[in-house]
């Protein structure tokens, strides 16, 4: 070791992945504990860190070349000591002057002041917020002014950004802006004219974005996101989900006009991965607008979006030639005369037919009752269709009641299918699973609240030998002993999940009452 050169040395270190191993290994020899500090890129600090700021510090000092730093207070108790405030922001931003990607999690004592100093971080390109609930769209937007390189932006659940808590007539808001800006500051009160949203329309404007998520921000509507204007040129990776009673939501588009339904007329040509889940577009047009102009698009996931249109969506897969990934989590709404989820198999013809290149599909139905399978305006025959006709290697079904044994049967030829979770089938028994052994690359099969598979079916999957990976969770008619052999790795939990969990929302049980 001790002949080896330090470039050989440092490139090895650098194929260490586990933090473990990496403290390990400094602690073999002074050489090696140097090096390796040299070449420490990536740094994750939590509930650990005590004192934090100064232990922070001592970590800076320590590994002066960090790219990636990951602070994370998920889990955290007054007994684990204080958090990382302001002033540790202000460390890391001083001493890691390569750093590249942050992550700030649960974090409760930084606020707009902390964000600030990262307009000391010139090289910053990836910032992800998630729970960090006193930042407010005044630390967003000196972010946005400072970080001039950011093109990946992340925020989750931070509950303050984009409200305005007070809006002044203009003459007093002038008196405050002349008279005190501080005070107008400390009392949050913001002019005629400020949405609360500068910082989106700052990074549309003079911003490098390509990844975009923002997720569970109360004061964050969908038509605020129209802000960002022409930042959607850039865009490749765009994602907006809220988590809240959104269906009795009474935001409005201020800029609808019934008269001229489809007057965005955004570019975001370059936009590869898309999703939308628990928003309405009815009846004005929000961000529906993304599904007619998305060309390029290659990952598609909507959840449970009220107002989705089959005609719209049929132009979209005309259009998305190079579409690889669908996701789709479906509420039945009124359709005219019917009660059903919005798409039918005329979207599936298409599908199959226009996207060549599509391998993974979703399809969730977990809020359409199995009483009544006319709520799901998919066929079987119009599933079985696109499993077949397209280049399909993941699929998963969740609450299809229409989905049976027959279809099980169809499936098994596809020639491409290689991952297969059933949720929650209830027409799939025994001999369905059974098919399965027939398929000709079949190597992953998940099974979750499959009452009607038994220890038959598993009987079968363990003489065939075929599966790489087995997963049973929550089928009461299967025993751990049956599913062992039944491929080389099992995993078997018998506890029941409950309906609303395997919906994808956290507000399902509201929802559910509908």
Wanted: proline share 3%; aromatic share 8%.
């Amino acid at each position: 070791m001790e002949d080896l050169s330090e470039p050989l040395l440092g490139e090895i270190i650098t194929r260490i992945t586990r933090t473990s191993d990496l403290n390990s290994l400094s602690l073999v020899s002074k050489r090696l504990y140097n090096v390796e500090a040299e070449e420490r890129a990536t740094l994750h600090v939590g509930c650990g860190l005590h004192p934090a700021t100064e232990a922070l510090s001592s970590l800076c000092s320590r590994f002066p070349n960090l790219q990636r730093v990951e602070i994370n207070y998920s889990g955290w108790a007054s007994s684990h000591g204080e958090q990382l405030d302001n002033q540790g922001l202000l460390v890391l931003s001083s001493h890691c002057l390569s750093l590249t990607d942050l992550t700030l999690s649960f974090c409760s004592c930084i606020d707009d002041s902390g964000l600030g100093y990262l307009s000391y971080c010139k090289k910053l390109m990836a910032l992800r917020l998630n729970a960090v609930p006193a930042i407010t769209s005044s630390g967003l937007l000196s972010v946005a002014v400072g970080c001039k390189s950011l093109s990946t932006f992340h925020l989750t659940d931070c509950m303050k950004v984009g409200s305005v808590e007070a809006v002044v007539p203009q003459h007093e808001c002038k008196r405050l802006w002349y008279g005190t800006p501080i005070q107008q500051k400390k009392m949050r009160i913001r002019c005629p004219g400020d949405s609360g949203m500068e910082w989106l329309e700052y990074l549309g404007k003079t911003g490098s974005l390509v990844d975009l998520v923002v997720k569970d921000c109360k004061g964050i509507s969908q038509y605020d996101l129209l802000m960002f204007g022409p930042g959607w040129m850039k865009l490749e990776k765009f994602e907006f989900e809220i988590n809240d009673n959104y269906w009795l939501s009474g935001a409005q588009d201020p800029s609808y006009n019934s008269r001229y339904r489809y007057k965005y007329d955004i570019c975001c040509e370059n936009l590869k991965d898309l999703r939308l889940a628990h928003i309405i577009t009815v009846p004005e047009i929000g961000l529906r607008y993304l599904l007619r102009q998305c060309k390029a698009l290659e990952k598609l996931s909507l959840d449970y979006v009220i107002g989705l249109d089959e005609r719209e969506m049929i132009t979209l897969f005309q259009n998305c030639r190079n579409l690889r990934s669908i996701s789709l989590q479906l509420l039945p709404l009124h359709c005219g005369l019917s009660f059903r989820t919005p798409l039918t198999d005329d979207s599936l013809e298409v599908l199959s037919h226009c996207c060549p290149m599509l391998e993974v599909v979703e399809l969730t139905f977990t809020f359409c009752s199995s009483t009544w399978p006319t709520e799901i305006g998919f066929t079987q025959k119009g599933i079985i269709t696109l499993v077949q006709t397209c280049p399909i290697r993941v699929f998963v079904l969740n609450g299809a009641s229409i989905f049976k044994d027959e279809g099980m049967k169809d499936i098994s030829s596809a020639q491409f299918l290689e991952t297969l979770e059933l949720v929650d089938c209830k027409g799939i028994t025994d001999v369905g699973i059974s098919y399965m052994v027939h398929a000709p690359c079949l190597t992953s099969l998940t099974l979750r609240k499959c009452k009607n598979v038994t220890n038959v079916g598993m009987a079968k999957l363990v003489h065939s030998q075929k599966l790489e990976s087995l997963t049973v969770v929550g089928c009461r008619l299967i025993s751990e002993e049956a599913v062992q052999g039944a491929a080389r790795s099992v995993r078997y939990s018998a506890e029941l999940e409950s309906h609303d969990s395997l919906k994808g929302m956290k507000i399902a049980t509201t929802i559910s009452k509908e």
